[in-house]
Structure formats: C-alpha cells, structure tokens
C-alpha cells in the first residue's frame, strides 16, 4: 500500500455543486494531515489542516477518520475559483517530513 | 516580507552541466525543503534541512547535494545535470518540524537537454 493515496482525478462538476475527495494513508501512527491547494503551475499552498475532530472554514470542511486510515475534504458550492489540484499530505511518523499524496484535480464548470 | 523565493526561475542546460539552486526565506524558519515535481508523480522530497549547518536525505536524493550554510538560504546543486532531471524544483520552509506549514517558493523550471 502507498503512504498516501488520492484518486487523481479529474473531477468536473458544475457550479454550486458538492464534491468530495478522500486520502487514505498507510501509517496507523500518523499524527498531522493537512489538505493543501495547488493551482496550474504554481506552488503549492495550505488551505487547511485536519483535526481529529474535523474543521470547517467557510466551504470547505474536512474530516479525519483514524479507524478507516483516511482524509476527506468536502467542497459546498463549488465556484470556478476552485479549480485546482487538491494535494493530501500526511505526517508519517514523529518528526520526519510530511509525506504528500499525487493530488487530485478538480475543474469546475461553468 | 517576501516569503520564500528561488532563482533562477527557469534554466536550460545541457547534460553534464552543473548548477546551483537558491532558495532563500526571510520567516527565521529552522526547517527548509528542497523538492521536485514531475508529471504523475506529486512533489518528491530531495534533501532537507532542520537547521543551519544541517541536511538529510529525502525520498530521491542521487544526484544532488545541498548546503544551508546560513539559515535563511538552502542551495541545491546539480554536479553532472542528466534528462532525468529535468523537473520542476520547489523550495520549502517551516517554523519547526512536521506540524507546521510549509510555505513554498514559486518552483524553478529546469530542463536538461
């Protein structure tokens, strides 16, 4: 199994649509997961962190379940905006490097 | 503040041709990251560093060696540049250690003919 994997994609939806996108990764013992956003040619950014309790910021909201060793990222009302790829990234173990999953591509449609 | 930033942003070389990275950051970040990112293979971790004087290897670290001489800059070197490296580089720098945001420089785009 790989550390961290995602659907590449791509996912089109039109506007206002929902979508969703899971990570699972391989480390039982992992500790830190964060989704971050990269868009055509550019350099990654962080869009959020993942609690274990889950968190929402506006449109986004995402959610961790340990027992299934997964990520998820849910996008409400999708703008053309959020066109991008969806990176997971997962902390492995202690204080190695975060490990970063291939991404998943989103287009939104007008 | 200008973050992170890298140069040169694009490059050619020819193979066999050496040359030198820079990634310089100006947030007092301990942690700085050098990786690459090639089609349908996500951002791959070449060399890293958790302080000045300090690296380690990443996930992919033949054929490059690194320096961080000083905190705020971690260079990238190519000794003997092949094709296999053509790739976009992305710097990296964090406050600490795996917990913490890591903020990205704009990526140099290199291709080795």
């Known amino acids: 199994r790989k550390e961290v994997e995602q659907d590449p994609g791509p996912f089109n939806v039109p506007e206002g649509a929902t979508v969703a996108f899971n990570c699972t990764y391989s480390n039982s013992a992992s500790q830190s997961f964060f989704w971050y956003r990269q868009d055509c040619r550019k350099e990654p950014k962080l869009l959020m962190s993942?609690?274990?309790s889950g968190n929402e910021d506006g449109r986004f909201t995402a959610q961790l379940n340990r027992a299934s060793q997964y990520i998820s990222l849910l996008i409400r009302d999708s703008k053309l905006s959020d066109s991008a790829t969806y990176l997971c990234?997962?902390?492995?173990?202690?204080?190695?490097?975060?490990?970063f999953g291939k991404g998943t591509r989103l287009s939104v449609i007008a | 503040n200008a973050g992170v930033t890298q140069t040169p942003k694009f490059r050619v070389l020819k193979t066999g041709q050496s040359m030198t990275l820079l990634c310089a950051q100006d947030m007092n970040h301990e942690y700085m990251y050098w990786y690459r990112q090639d089609p349908g293979m996500g951002l791959r971790l070449i060399h890293y560093s958790v302080g000045e004087g300090t690296t380690a290897k990443g996930e992919v670290p033949d054929g490059y060696n690194v320096s961080r001489l000083k905190k705020q800059n971690f260079l990238l070197g190519l000794e003997s540049a092949a094709p296999s490296q053509t790739s976009v580089y992305f710097c990296a720098s964090s406050y600490s250690g795996a917990e913490d945001t890591q903020y990205f420089g704009p990526g140099t785009r290199l291709t080795v003919l």
């Open positions: 993942v609690y274990s």
């Open positions: 990234v997962v902390n492995m173990l202690g204080n190695t490097p975060l490990v």
